[in-house]
């Protein structure tokens, strides 16, 4: 079974940075797609950015294009969501997500077949 756990969320002002991670364990990282999700308060689940196994491969939101960048390191067993220029309308919780599958559309949620328990993300004007 995988477990995902993420960590890094916090309080920042707007305009500053944030880098999230998720440690996977319980299998085979490499063997993983990895993706981003956030939610906001009374929102709907959304897509946020997904790499492919060998990260050679990114989608992204059209909310977050040009200002958060997503990356793995399959040695570490880790990925990273790097998040820059901040705005109030980022704040949600955000989670990670793994894909054990060999095929399946990155953004939306039913690709994914693990999610951790997410962590929150609060960006004040």
């Known amino acids: 079974q995988v477990q995902l756990v993420e960590s890094g969320g916090g309080l920042v002002q707007a305009g500053y940075s944030l880098t999230l991670s998720c440690a996977a364990s319980g299998h085979t990282f490499s063997s993983l797609f990895m993706g981003w999700f956030r939610q906001a308060a009374g929102k709907e689940r959304e897509f946020v950015a997904a790499?492919?196994?060998?990260?050679?491969?990114?989608f992204y939101g059209d909310s977050v294009k040009g200002r958060f960048t997503i990356s793995r390191n399959n040695a570490e067993n880790t990925a990273s969501l790097q998040m820059n220029s901040l705005m109030p309308e980022d704040t949600a919780n955000y989670f990670c997500?793994?894909?054990?599958?060999?095929?399946?559309?990155?953004?939306?949620?039913?690709?994914?077949?693990?999610w951790g328990r997410g962590t929150q993300v609060t960006v004040s004007s």
């Open positions: 790499i492919t196994r060998g990260g050679g491969h990114t």
């Open positions: 997500a793994a894909a054990a599958g060999v095929s399946g559309i990155p953004n939306i949620t039913r690709t994914y077949d693990y």
